[in-house]
């Protein structure tokens, strides 16, 4: 496909295959024939051309009559004048993005087959190229093709008079090689007026009215952000209720789902966040180069029935059956040179289908999830592929089947978007959906393209960690995503994020609420510098002593001294571990009794490297419940200490709230990086 495009832009200046430019000084043009083709070469003055509106090339209606159809002779040849803005920004270079879009403008009018179109274009104006025809596939590499491989003409506007004519016939379209800044007048001969609906412009009535009394043969729906070319009789056999509802639903589609979610406006504070302000198009072909559907500039799609419900069915755009034709623009809004890695090819375009899905459940619960009849199968099969544990070598990228298709490949993206809530990392962090937002600035702002898909999967990992503030490796890990050391260690002092993500199902939203154990140090080295009190005798020994919290046994506490002395708040308990450690945080067991009974409700940490100089960690102090499990008390970030001490300062700071202050603590684990 790039190399086809690369052609594509090579001749986009001057390209002659079924048409000829003419410019109004009659002169002949050697190699051109009087039928607008080829004529390999006959001698210059030997050729003549006509420019005689009344003369119609018929040599390919036979062909024109199959696909995209003829134009009655009944249908008024007309001359219109339009003053046309052809003012947009050029902002490809900023955007990354595999296929943006490209200035070529509407004109509203429609060149009927065989017949010449005259094209007036002011003196001063040299950047303007002219395209007769919607369908710019060239099909010449496949064998029988339904319609002939080329059918499309584009060629280069002089200042003054501009003969074209295309034997197939098409929409006609100005495409300016630069931003033109003021409208430029462009006068237009024998031509065929299409009844396009317009958003803003046409009324449902008129539009209704136009296309039922015009013999077009293809029209346009337009919007701001997005055109469709489309049959004329499909319009008729299967009415519009409310075009204008339609594509005021698809305009602001494109604008929520694409620009914004990507982090793009119309008027920017940073031009790499500008918008493209000019119209993805879609049209059906009666074969498209590559499949049933293909991404590009435009979309082109096949010519039925199914593809035209698509565009045009408001209430299955509203619950997420529009998943054709947003897979498609998805394909074009990938970032393959930053972070969507070669497997992600037909995966990562998925994602935009999910996020229209979550806009439009806000009004309807039934848009969720996007409807694809693969999806939920092979959603299912990854999630058990993450969940495996049996497996020695996991490749994400690899032949497994329960991850080796697109459906199953975007699981882990949906999976982080949709499970993340707002403030879950840290005080203040957006939630999911808004990291494709970030991950989409990032890339445009990023210094160079990613070499590698080790190089892109290690920056989504980073972006992903800076974003939350937690460290996902265990998540990579478990879907089988390699990341380089080099990337691991430049996120080691973020805490590790133990929240089984990884197990949630996005299309039936359950599962992913669990955590897993982290890695933690051994205490074999262990030992109680201080402590507040402790009660030797009275529970039992070694209930009672400040040792029970490092013991490795949850059936073990401390509690504060009671008998012959009173232990009162503040409560505090200093561990030594030996040596220097790294730490991301701490996982804490209350004592093992029912409901809040000498239980700690908030606790404060510290840490030192010389017992003498404390830092109170950044959480504290920390909330815990009263549940006998473990919870977690993450950093925000790595911590290096020997030691550290855990305190409940005040009766307020314990459940029970008794004079003294009584509370227990039954075990402390310590959270390796």
């Known amino acids: 496909m790039m190399q086809r495009m690369k052609i594509f832009k090579k001749y986009m200046l001057f390209l002659v295959l079924p048409g000829i430019l003419m410019i109004s000084c009659r002169k002949s043009s050697p190699g051109i024939s009087e039928d607008g083709t080829q004529n390999k070469g006959a001698d210059g003055p030997s050729i003549t051309i006509d420019t005689s509106i009344a003369t119609i090339d018929a040599s390919k209606f036979d062909k024109a009559r199959v696909f995209p159809g003829l134009v009655c002779k009944e249908e008024p040849r007309v001359e219109v004048s339009l003053n046309m803005d052809l003012k947009y920004e050029y902002v490809a270079e900023f955007l990354r993005t595999s296929r943006p879009p490209v200035p070529q403008f509407s004109t509203g009018l429609y060149a009927a087959p065989g017949e010449l179109v005259i094209i007036d274009i002011p003196s001063t104006e040299y950047s303007l190229s002219v395209q007769v025809g919607a369908w710019t596939d060239d099909l010449s590499f496949i064998a029988n093709s339904l319609r002939d491989p080329v059918i499309i003409t584009r060629n280069q506007l002089a200042p003054g008079r501009n003969y074209v004519r295309n034997l197939y016939g098409g929409p006609i379209y ?36 136009a296309i039922a009394g015009s013999c077009v043969p293809f029209i346009e729906l337009r919007s701001k952000n997005i055109v469709f070319v489309v049959p004329r009789e499909y319009c008729l056999q299967y009415p519009i209720a409310d075009p204008n509802a339609l594509m005021s639903a698809w305009d602001n589609a494109i604008l929520e789902d694409f620009y914004k979610w990507q982090g793009l406006e119309e008027n920017p504070v940073d031009e790499r966040d500008q918008a493209p302000l000019l119209p993805w198009r879609v049209v059906q072909d009666i074969q498209p180069a590559r499949g049933y559907a293909h991404s590009g500039y435009p979309v082109v799609t096949y010519n039925d029935k199914g593809w035209f419900d698509e565009f045009t069915n408001l209430d299955a755009l509203k619950k997420g059956g529009a998943w054709g034709v947003y897979h498609q623009l998805g394909h074009n809004n990938q970032q393959p040179l930053y972070w969507s890695w070669n497997s992600l090819a037909e995966a990562t375009g998925f994602l935009f289908a999910f996020k229209a899905a979550h806009r439009n459940e806000v009004n309807d619960p039934l848009a969720w999830p996007p409807k694809n009849d693969k999806l939920a199968a092979s959603m299912e099969r990854a999630i058990a592929f993450a969940k495996d544990s049996t497996i020695s070598v996991k490749l994400f990228n690899g032949s497994d089947e329960r991850v080796n298709d697109p459906f199953a490949r975007v ?263």
């Open 174 to 209: 100005i495409i300016p090689a630069r931003p033109v800044e003021q409208p430029v007048p462009i006068k237009f001969s024998n031509v065929v007026k299409s009844p396009d609906f317009v958003l803003g412009v046409t009324s449902n009535e008129d539009w209704k009215a």
């Open 411 to 673: 699981t882990p993206f949906v999976q982080i978007i949709d499970k993340i809530p707002a403030n879950w990392g840290f005080p203040g962090q957006k939630d999911g959906w808004a990291f494709i937002t970030e991950l989409y600035k990032k890339s445009r702002r990023a210094n160079r393209i990613s070499l590698s898909d080790q190089d892109k999967q290690d920056f989504f990992y980073e972006t992903l960690c800076n974003y939350t503030k937690q460290n996902w490796k265990i998540f990579f890990q478990r879907w089988g995503i390699a990341i380089s050391n080099i990337s691991l260690g430049k996120m080691e002092d973020l805490p590790l994020m133990t929240q089984k993500i990884w197990e949630y199902n996005p299309i039936t939203r359950t599962g992913g609420d669990d955590f897993f154990d982290p890695d933690f140090y051994a205490k074999s080295n262990w030992s109680i510098l201080a402590f507040s009190s402790q009660e030797p005798n009275g529970e039992g020994p070694p209930n009672g002593l400040a040792s029970a919290i490092i013991d490795g046994n949850i059936n073990t506490f401390w509690h504060p001294q009671w008998q012959a002395a009173i232990g009162t708040v503040p409560h505090w308990i200093t561990i030594d571990f030996g040596s220097r450690l790294k730490i991301n945080g701490i996982q804490f067991v209350q004592r093992q009794t029912s409901g809040g009974f000498r239980k700690v409700k908030n606790l404060t940490l510290e840490t030192s490297i010389d017992a003498v100089n404390w830092t109170t960690a950044s959480g504290s102090p920390y909330a815990l419940t009263t549940d006998n499990t473990p919870q977690t008390l993450a950093f925000s970030s790595t911590v290096t200490a020997r030691y550290l001490r855990l305190s409940v300062p005040t009766i307020q700071d314990t459940y029970d709230q008794t004079a003294e202050g009584f509370c227990s603590m039954a075990e402390v684990d310590v959270i390796k990086p």
